[in-house]
């Protein structure tokens, strides 16, 4: 049984498997935040917030630390974090798991448009549709900047981060959403097209079902590839699995 347990967090599942980790005797648990969401909600355990220095960072503060097993339950879409935490596993030899929700899937009715990345989904776009709702999240929205044709309404927790589109409506909102509320949204701005990243999940899965109901084509972003070799588990009872812990 692993006694010290780092688990790289910010989504709802790193909360959830700090909480179980730190009800079991004998099991000390370290969560730590990027810093990027100002008020990132309680977490069960030790906290550390900011960055670790790249791979090599996050390897000595592995062995600095003594600890015994690493969980990377970071949002799918933090594919740098992800590659850092495998090579610092492997430097280190210490048991690495990844805990990532299940992506969603397409239901009868949805009009799916992949794409692979943020600048992908820009150049779809002015095929689909001229007034945008943008729920990618405050990053990476230079991506879609140049779009002066369009008009957008961007969602996010915090304050997106420049340079954005110029014509744009700023949606400051946390989910968990509904599908009356986002519906309501959609209607009135008037959006014909959305925009989200493949993120998976719950609180925020309620504007694919707007969308479907509105019959609006929706771009999806994919979620990028795992590092060769690192196999994902779905849920924090597999992720518990893996540690060696049976789920309660």
Known sequence: MPAHVLV???????????????????????????GRVSRPGTVDGEVRVGGFGGAEGLAAWLRAHHVDALVDATHPFAEAITRNAARAAVATGVPAVVLRRPGWPQAPGDRWHPADSLEHAARLLPGLGRRVFLSTGRLGLAAFAALTELHFVVRSVEPPEPPLPPDVDLVQARGPFTVAGETELLREHRVDVLVTKDSGGAATAAKLTAARGLDLPVV??????????????PDVAAALARLGLAPR
Do not use: F, I, M
């Open 220 to 233: 999806v972003v994919r979620r990028p590839p795992l590092p060769g070799g690192v196999d994902a588990v």
């Open 8 to 34: 790289l967090g910010g989504t709802t599942e790193a909360r959830e498997l700090a909480a179980a980790l730190t009800a079991r005797p004998g099991v000390r648990v370290t969560t730590s935040l990027a």
